[in-house]
């Protein structure tokens, strides 16, 4: 079975390319990306700021199943809707990266996503892409412990 | 998907990383690796299930006895850590995807 989503991430790289083929038209696919009431429901964030321009700057905020808050913020460098997105995006603990979003239209109901990252270095790429192993974890263990808390208070 | 997201819950079990730590060397049947431990034995066989089914293990057989080998293969796209990341890009899309198709143009 072929994955939808894919991943080169080649080791001792400091970045990585993320490939998605969506059925969908690129034009709505962009949209996605574009419309704030859209990119809070797809990326599950509160969208505080987006500017779909050159020199424009975007801000989300999320709350994690924990009700950990995150911050997300850039700048948008190049914005050509159905086509691409140059940003920057930086969460908080990490230093900024440099993203190459491109969307190509496949047919009238095909699209493909491929998004380039730039991270400063090896080893925060490395970090990154272990994150969500680490929450992975953290949630199941959290898990764990409510369920021995509500124990508790039997 | 479903069960790609099984293979961490798997690998999460400390009696399923030591099943997964006998079978490196040498294939196993379910009664060889169940005296290694003190458990019951309808336990270990619930973690061959699961680590099985997750693909972890691969079953064989030979004469009348099953044997369980690793499936190094599966285990090397565990240790990589890439899959979590790759399985969030995934449901993030599918998401995506999902609203997208909703979606009523005005005209």
């Known amino acids: 079975m072929e994955l ?43 969208v505080l700021k987006l500017e779909n321009k050159a020199h424009g700057g975007y801000r989300f905020k999320t709350t994690d199943p924990m009700g950990n808050k995150h911050n997300f913020h850039g700048t948008i460098h190049e914005f050509v809707p159905n086509q691409k997105i140059t940003r ?15 969307f ?38 959290n898990r764990l412990q409510n369920a021995l808390n509500s124990l508790k208070t039997l | 998907m479903k069960v790609r997201r099984d293979v961490f819950q798997a ?16 294939s196993l049947t379910a009664g060889a690796i169940a005296a290694n431990f003190d458990t019951a034995r309808p336990t270990v066989s619930k973690h061959l299930q699961i680590l099985t089914e997750c693909e972890l293990l691969s079953q064989e057989q030979q004469g009348r006895e099953i044997h369980y ?15 979590p990341f790759r399985q969030m890009w995934d449901d993030r899309f599918n998401r995506l995807e999902a609203i997208m198709k909703n979606h009523q143009p005005n005209q």
Do not use: C
Not at chain 2, 11 to 26: C, E, F, K
């Open chain 2, 69 to 83: 080998h690793l499936n190094a293969q599966k285990l090397k796209s565990v240790a990589d850590f890439i899959e």
């Open chain 1, 4 to 46: 939808k989503t894919k991943i080169h991430a080649e080791d001792g790289r400091q970045d990585l390319i993320i490939v998605r083929k969506f059925d969908l038209p690129v034009s709505l696919l962009f949209m996605a990306y574009e419309k704030p009431e859209y990119v809070e429901q797809w990326m599950g964030t509160k």
């Open chain 2, 11 to 26: 690998i999460a079990d400390p009696t399923r990383r030591a099943i997964l730590l006998l079978v490196t060397t040498q």
């Open chain 1, 88 to 102: 920057t995006f930086e969460m908080a603990g990490f230093p900024a990266q440099l993203e190459f979003l491109e």
């Open chain 1, 104 to 141: 190509t239209s496949e047919s009238a109901k095909k699209s493909k996503l491929s998004m380039h990252i730039l991270y400063r270095s090896v080893e925060i790429r490395d970090q990154i892409l272990q994150l969500p192993f680490a929450q992975g974890l953290n949630m199941a263990h």
